[in-house]
């Protein structure tokens, strides 16, 4: 959830875009000014809400009329329903966003009451209506990044003016009308011009503080692999564009300090241009900045069990005599139980070029006998396995679809304890159950699709997504949900 709001308040405010300090090291993005107007309203419905609670002071006073003096009161003010009118968010470097409401009004209910004073006293009262229209309101909104990443979302600077105010009357005598109508209006008006911007900068702050107070800038992903998505950098605004660096790295939990053995790559046009509110962009250095991890915490040592296998196999078990067909030499150790051991020697290499993306590793798959005297276990062969697999990528329904679209392994014997290994045919074996069994079935899998992420309130749409060389880049217009 905490990081939902965190990717929230990215989205809000573009940052997924670099820095001078951070020239792409694994994931940036843009947001267009037509993204930012589209995702105003996440911020505009605190701000109505904050109006909607501003306390109006009861009005009295007095004065001489023609006939007598009159005493008047109003009492029980309270603000009904707001209306933003037109509402524009802009961008100006090096740090602000420039919120404007202009033509919005606020609706007020209340009651009067009036006791004239001639030969004797006339008390009269009802209730009004009153219209604060032509309201405009200039608000800056501030974005920084604190000394661990975070992001601050603060109101800066606030103006508001209120153009018109008109007041209908129920009840009583209509004579009193106009001179209710003139001696209060222009006090409520200054009220609410007093109140408006110390609420809309409350809004602003509390929505802020909200979704910021308990937000962590890592989280654990997967089993002991966590990510750092601090924010990397000083905000990059255009006159059209808001942009911010984040780190993108993923690193043992053990050790967050880790030394990666590659560097960044260096993105020479990392957006293209199109007419989506938003672009993201994730470099092949964040993918193997998880590789790398992933092997140094042995995550990719893995003992496989019978579990593991296809449902096709469960009806065999793992012993010398299901592999003795293919390897005569495990016939000396009959009904042995096997241990399966896949290991590997590296950490696996991502590569992004336009249209495909490509894994390629290496590792061990070890084949143990448990020995029938002692219940120990001997390495009976090792073979070594390179492979290489590419994946094309499209987007349908808001799902990320990956493909296989080739995959190559390829075994070497490394070493053996029971005599000779028919390597040729294991290879030419595996590359029929590839072509047969193996990548349609993953294929089918792969259909299914991974959902873009989406929030409450707000969703993608006519997202898509692009390979480019060393990065992958998703497009999304945004869809807002109130209910």
Known sequence: MKFGLYFIFCIMSALFSGSACYDLRATKGKL??????????????????????????????????????????????????FNCGTTNIA????????????????????????????????????????????????????????????????????????????????????WLYNLILDLAKSSIKRSLQKQICPSVR?????????????????????????VDYSLVGEPNMTSNSLSQGIKGIFYPKENPEIKFPFPPPVLSSPFKANNKMAQVVVSTYSANTFMYSAWKSGIMDIWITKSMLPEKFEKYNLTTDFIAPLVPGFKKYPGRP???????????????????????????????????????????????????????????????????????????????????????????????????????????????????????????????IMLEKDYVEICSNFKYNPN
């Open 32 to 81: 267009t000014t037509a993204g930012l107007n589209y995702l105003k309203e996440f911020g505009l419905e605190e701000v109505k809400k904050n109006l909607r609670d501003i306390s109006l002071p009861d009005e009295s006073g007095s004065t001489s009329i023609k006939v007598g003096h009159v005493d008047y009161s109003l009492t029980g003010m309270r603000i009904i329903g």
């Open 338 to 464: 096997l241990k399966l051991r896949l290991t590997a020697t590296n950490f696996p290499q991502v590569l992004i070029h336009p249209n495909v993306t490509t894994i390629k590793g290496e590792g061990d798959f070890l084949t143990y006998i448990v020995l029938k005297q002692n219940k120990t276990r001997f390495e009976a062969m090792n073979l070594h396995i390179t492979f290489s697999v590419s994946t094309a990528v499209k987007v349908n329904n808001e799902k990320i679809v990956p493909k296989l679209a080739d995959v190559s392994v390829h075994l070497t014997l490394k070493s053996s304890a029971v005599g000779k290994v028919p390597v040729n045919v294991v290879n030419l074996l595996l590359k029929g159950a590839l072509k047969v069994s193996i990548m349609p079935s993953l294929n089918k899998y792969l259909s299914q699709g991974y959902l873009i992420p989406s929030f409450k309130g707000l969703s993608t749409v006519n997202s898509s």
């Open 91 to 174: 961008t100006s470097p090096p740090n602000r966003l420039p919120l404007s409401l202009y033509g919005g009004f606020i609706d007020i209910v209340g009651n009067w009451a009036t006791k004239l004073k001639v030969i004797f006293t006339i008390k009269d009262h009802g209730r009004f209506e009153a219209k604060a229209n032509g309201i405009n309101i200039d608000l800056t909104v501030m974005f920084n990044v604190d000394s661990q990443g975070k992001p601050q979302i603060s109101a800066g600077n606030c103006r508001v003016d209120i153009s018109g105010f008109s007041v209908k009357v129920h009840g009583g005598a209509s």
């Open 202 to 226: 409350k809004a602003i702050d509390i929505q802020a503080e909200k979704a910021l107070h308990d937000l962590q800038v890592t989280a654990n992903i997967f089993k002991n692999i966590n």
